[in-house]
């Protein structure tokens, strides 16, 4: 690694009088991926968000090659981002996209082919093996994050921060984004690494710089630490995640899955007895999370369900809601929060009739405060208070607020989508556990994951998708990742689906 090309001193900031990033120094070389890691809510985004120029500083200094920035122009600080939340105007191309902020031409006109060779030559460093007229809306989420640092590399960085790159792309897709950041690496870029997912950490980093309660309490070479280590930095106790005892299933059956059929699956047939947590495996595209939202009326499909033992052929949300089933979604952002709303009212969303009285009109919310300020408590949600905006609060707390609302309803039959995507290991515990008590307590479970570790500490019995196909499921004793994984992206006997029982 060459010389430093970055750095902050005693870098802060305050929001209302309270710090949530306090004096951190920090370095970056040339060449160097350095993991920025922490629970949600440490300050990582804050951080991050002072670096690249969102936010002003309270306190500190941001340097590039030994001048402060404020002495000179940004230009002459070539960093680059690519943000949790993708930047990507879904109706435009992806040659658009990647030369959106300097589109070759002269005057107004665009020159069309400067654009499509500049994408070209980004795409050719990260040997992405896209069209560059498709639309961007017509890609997949894993091709679309690699059109977004496509999009950063344009901008020439010596420094480029990936905030969970990985969050949303299988593992051949992961494996390509670090034999890209490999190449990037040796041709001095620095990056700043942000994920939840410790293994990559170690497979791909040279450093750590672990925040916690804003404060930076760890920074060393990734060679001088191991996983353990870095959970314990990161929350600040030990942590025993993976280590669940699931309980026992009962008898009798809460769910059943008729011969459901859509434009995403086929032929699917599931069964889940009460107390029951069925894992359900498979790459992005397999149609696991289409199968979740078909089962709860969201989206349309043919077939049949039975829930608790009454048979329908056609079903509504609402009917289901009432039946004691409800849904968290994989998409946080666009489909679990209301972002302008606070959290005593993101809270009673899935409750209203239970804990707003409206015989008068703009009276009688007085229960609905009392009830978020016990999902708070009771599901361990860091925030200033009910009347906090939810937007302001980190990813997984934002979760929490979420899982609260629904099991608050005390449901009998949950089904999970992604539930800890993009959430810390602290909270990713905590979530775990809440879905286990829930189990114990009667409920039949369905749970969908891209983290199959999860899924084999937290599930009875796995099932497996592929292209839209049932075409396997394990046992709790047969458990084996590497097992799961290979019948997920096997090519071969795709069958006509099997019945899950």
Known sequence: MGDVIFETKGLSKAFFGKKVVSNVDFQLREGEICALLGENGAGKSTFKNMIVGLLEPTEGTIIFDGKAVGDTKKEDFPIAAVHQELSLFLNLSVAENICIEDMPGKHTVVDWKKCREKALKYMRIMN???????????????EQQLVEIAKALSHEPRVLILDEPTASLTAPERNHLFEVMNTLKKQNIGMIFITHFLDEVFQVCDRVVVLRNSEKVCDDDVKNMNKRQVEELMIGRSVNEGI?????????????????????????????????????????????????????????CTGEIEVLGQRYTHWTTQKLIRQGVVMIPEDRKNCGIFPKRD????????????????????????NERKNAEKVIAQYRVKCPGVDAYIHEL??????????????????????????????DVGSRAE????????AKKGAAVLLVSSDLNELVQLSHRIVIMRRGRLVGEVQKDEFDVRKILSISSSQENEGEGEAVS
Not at 260 to 287: C, Q
Not at 357 to 364: A, I, L, S, T, Y
Not at 394 to 419: A, H, T
Request: glycine share 14%.
């Open 128 to 142: 992405i093996n896209l069209d560059p007229d498709a639309i961007v809306g017509t890609l997949g989420p894993g």
């Open 244 to 300: 669940f005892d699931l309980g026992s299933i009962q008898n009798e059956t809460a769910l059943k899955v008729i011969g459901l059929e859509s434009e995403y699956f086929t032929n699917i047939h599931i069964e889940v007895k009460k107390g029951e947590i069925l894992g359900i495996a498979g790459l992005i595209g397999a149609g696991r999370t289409e199968l979740l939202e078909s089962i709860f009326g969201i989206r349309k």
């Open 343 to 366: 959290l005593k009212e993101n809270i009673t969303a899935a409750q209203m009739k239970e804990f707003v009285d409206r015989k008068v009109p703009c009276f009688g919310f007085k």
């Open 394 to 423: 980190s990813g997984g707390n934002q979760q929490k607020v979420i899982v609260g609302r629904w099991l608050s309803r005390e449901p009998k039959i949950c089904m999970f989508d992604d539930p800890t995507r993009g959430v």
């Open 431 to 438: 979530i775990g556990g809440f879905i286990v008590d829930l």
